[in-house]
């Protein structure tokens, strides 16, 4: 029987050191007679005693830890002569120690003695077990177990077999389970599954008709390197993996008052360029300013627990993102489920300490200090008397070095979890564990360290091996239940993913990026000509060479026909500006920053008519500096022809004022408005913007498709399993929970999302058949069923209705089919 390693949850101290034995007088006759008698059945000791002493005494007397001079690790530990003096009571329970102190015949010398006692039934198969000669089988044992799945380890791949490296080691794990694998999944259900994972978005009809009609041999492999390679959707979508791992949100605890930092657009740019894996965590452990966010941690307010400092939550969270150990409960005492110590995650903290830290054991400093060191010492030293930059840089290079087998094995076991539905090792933070398949782990590790920590080679490794082609099954519920791969996991959607395959159907997006994405996700094209001269203004026309801090209000007068398709404006300011429409705050990137514009997408608040473009403009400083703004408003109307260009910027046509009435930001022109100075135009110094201007709105719109990754989670999502990001989160919760039932059938949030949809698929659509077919195909990846087809234009009409649509759109919303991957 292989070596267990963990306790059980109830697992109890043992209590302080067993007295010397010598030094303790023989149990009396009195004693003796309060003993249960012994079982009188044979013992089985894996069956009968091996639970009790994981459960009762490991904790103090194994995993290498002898309190009193007293070890179980083995049989030959627990005879041990001298202090334990067991040797001398085998046979003869009645007069062991041991059996006393668990039985409580004294009742002021009982073990444990904390927590739950022995009960009489566990007393009487320890009694039985020594008379019958404390049998003990020598493959069991309860001592420390070595360390796995930290030193590297290359396995050679069979001689023959399958194309992909990963599918030639699986198939003897499938010859050595008698498993013959199921035929791969059809074209479809693979570009599906494939187009979720790596970018998290479904396909559209399109592309699914041209993948299936595509010949191609190679056309999965193609696929998938495609698909890795829209480094844009790609980024976005893996966002919200590392999001999670990182504890890095948009909104939320300790971002308003500083205690907290967002990583955002480092994180994006990391994933966008596919940031070499050993570098993206070089670049946290000892940190740029872009990315000390996530080893700063939480600074709470109030009084916390040392265990939530924010040295102690570097520790924890390095831990178990880079290195698979879950140190929460060493963070506060030696652990109870695992082989972890107080002075394990002391010694890790106090890397990122300022100060020596005192270890605190439940609450109560204990007046002792750990040695600062790496989890795994053999890895290397940390100087503790080099300043903490130099110990940050030191511990950087430990982990990210190519000995360090655990950092490539921790994350290519997350990456296989998260493609397939259930890691190699499970859970996925006890890499101390087994894996399923040992070279299939080491394997996978030792590619992705040699061909430059690429995580993008290693996800097309398993994107294109027949493992994760084979057709989806249901995984067992808890971890440690028993596993036999024999495909991918049956997956749910993410919250991200649910919202994002919502706007695929429907064409109703997220309205903006927050965390500072929204200048990143511009997709840069050529410069180009403007439609409109925009020129810089001011109410004085010194502004350009300095002028005195104060404010600027501007106005301009809009007059459209229709809605349009797009809107943006791009705000150039010196100093900061709010942009106000018919007198509702636009949303969008301020820049505070006169070379980097801020974006609005103003669709929403224009309506055909006249429309008032309202400006607060400030220009701060102690003193006379420059002072100006600049405008430049992409507008694109549909038409039957194509597009019509209504683009404006700032000029003389705008009005200013110094003292605005009440009113100014929409219809009314009371007040002191005059001609807005002109300044100069886009290459006027000291700004000089036209390049950067012209770029800028060369790029796409900015507001197109906003997906759920770049902004703040809403009741939807947060029903749907999104955490808060306070703590690292590595698995979702997959479980169906009460509060999600009610958000699926009666949520606001979902409920207005589907609404818009329909009115945006009425104005595109006006065949109901047409319209039923769309939906189909977009939301399951699949034509509808004669019988669903029939199903659906009976509810939305052959001349479509709202509430017909929005019914069909809940139902299909609804269906397992969509929001599962198979």
């Known amino acids: 029987m292989a070596p267990l390693r963990f306790l059980a949850a109830s697992v109890l101290a043992l209590g302080t050191a067993l007295v010397s034995l010598a030094a303790v007088p ?41 309190k009193g001079d007293w070890s179980i690790d083995t049989r030959a530990d627990f005879l041990k002569p001298g202090e334990s003096g067991l040797a001398t009571l085998v046979g003869d329970s009645a007069h062991s120690r041991m059996i006393h102190l668990v039985a409580g015949t004294d009742p002021d010398d009982v073990m444990p003695q904390k927590g739950t006692k022995l009960t009489p039934e566990q007393v009487s198969l320890l009694r039985a077990w020594v008379d019958q000669g404390l049998k003990w089988p020598a493959e069991i044992t309860f001592a420390k177990p070595p360390t796995r799945n930290l030193k590297p380890r290359q396995p050679q791949l069979p001689a023959t077999g399958p194309a992909n490296p990963l599918d030639q080691l699986l198939q003897a794990y499938f010859e050595g389970h008698q498993i013959q694998p199921a035929p791969l999944v059809n074209d479809r259900m693979f570009a599906r599954r494939v187009y979720l994972d790596t970018i998290g978005l479904l396909p559209t009809p399109e592309e699914l008709d041209a993948f299936a009609a595509d010949r191609s041999p190679d056309k999965r492999q193609q696929l998938v390197r495609k698909l890795l390679h829209d480094n844009s959707r790609y980024a976005q979508h893996w966002l919200t993996f590392w999001n999670d791992l990182l504890r890095n949100d948009y909104r939320g605890t300790g971002y308003i008052d500083g205690g907290r930092k967002q990583i955002s657009t480092w ?33 709470w307010r109030g009084e916390v627990n040392a265990s939530m400092t924010p040295p102690m939550q570097a520790a924890q969270n390095i831990g178990q993102v880079f290195m698979g150990v879950n140190l929460k409960c060493a963070s506060c005492h030696d652990s109870f489920i695992d082989d972890w110590q107080l002075s394990d995650a002391y010694g890790l903290a106090g890397i990122y300490a300022e100060e020596k830290l005192q270890m605190v054991q439940c609450d109560k400093p204990t007046g002792r200090y750990a040695s600062l060191k790496f989890l795994f010492p053999e890895l290397g030293a940390v100087d503790p008397q080099a300043p903490r930059a130099k110990r940050l840089e030191q511990l950087a290079q430990i982990i990210t070095q190519p000995e360090n087998g655990r950092l490539s094995r921790t994350v290519v076991n997350r990456l296989w979890a998260r493609l397939l539905g259930r890691g190699l090792v499970e859970p996925l933070d006890v890499m101390q564990n087994e894996a399923w398949s040992p070279d299939l782990l080491d394997w996978l590790a030792e590619d992705l360290v040699a061909h430059r920590w690429d995580l993008k080679r290693t996800l097309e490794l398993i994107l294109t091996s027949q493992a994760y082609q084979l057709p989806a099954v249901s995984l067992p519920e808890k971890p440690e239940d028993k596993y036999v791969f024999t495909g991918p996991g049956i997956r749910r959607l993410s919250a991200e993913q649910f919202r994002d395959a919502l706007g695929s159907l429907t064409g109703v997006w997220q309205d903006k990026p927050e965390g500072g994405l929204d200048a990143l996700l511009v997709e840069r094209g050529p410069a180009l000509a403007l439609a409109a001269d925009p020129f810089w203004i001011w109410g004085d026309p010194h502004g350009a060479t300095g002028v005195p801090p104060g404010t600027n209000w501007f106005r301009k007068t809009l007059i459209l026909d229709g809605p349009l398709q797009e809107a943006t404006v791009f705000v150039q300011v010196d100093n900061s500006a709010r942009m106000f429409v018919n007198g509702e705050r636009a949303r969008g990137a301020d820049s505070a920053d006169w070379s980097q514009p801020g974006v609005y997408d103003i669709r929403k608040l224009l309506r055909p008519g006249t429309n008032v473009i309202a400006l607060e403009a400030v220009n701060g400083g102690d003193g006379p500096n420059p002072a100006g703004v600049l405008v430049y408003a992409k507008l694109r109307e549909k038409t039957d022809s194509g597009e019509r260009v209504l683009d404006f910027a700032s000029d003389a046509s705008w009005r200013v004022s110094r003292s605005p009435v009440e009113g100014w930001r929409g219809a009314t022109t009371a007040g002191d408005w005059t001609p807005a100075q002109v300044l100069g135009a886009t290459d006027l110094a000291p700004w000089n913007v036209g390049p950067a201007l012209a770029q800028a709105v060369a790029g796409k719109p900015v507001y197109g498709q906003v997906r759920a990754s770049l902004t703040s989670a809403d009741p939807l999502a947060l ?9 690292v989160t590595t698995v979702r919760q997959t479980t169906p929970t009460t ?40 939301a399951l990846s699949r034509p509808p069923t004669p019988q669903e087809l029939a199903l659906a234009v009976e509810l939305v009409g052959t001349q479509p209705r709202r509430e017909g649509v929005e019914d069909l759109l809940w139902s299909v919303a609804m269906l397992p089919e969509f929001q599962l991957t198979f």
Do not use: M
């Open 26 to 66: 023989p149990p009396t006759a009195e004693a003796i007679a309060k003993l249960p008698p012994a079982a009188t059945r044979p013992v089985d000791f894996a069956r009968d005693i091996q639970p009790i002493l994981e459960t009762s005494c490991v904790k103090c007397h194994g995993r290498g830890k002898a």
């Open 267 to 299: 994180l994006y740019a990391a994933l966008r360029d596919n940031k070499p894996y050993d570098q993206f965590v070089r670049e946290l452990v000892n940190p740029t300013e872009a990315s000390e966010g996530f080893s700063k941690g939480i600074v």
């Open 719 to 727: 029903a749907l399993g999104r955490p808060n990001r306070e703590q």
């Open 739 to 778: 509060i999600q039932a009610l958000e699926l059938t009666n949520g606001e949030t979902l409920a207005k999302l589907l609404r818009r949809g329909a009115e945006q698929l009425l104005a595109s659509q006006v065949d109901g058949r047409a319209l039923a077919e769309r939906v189909f195909s977009q």
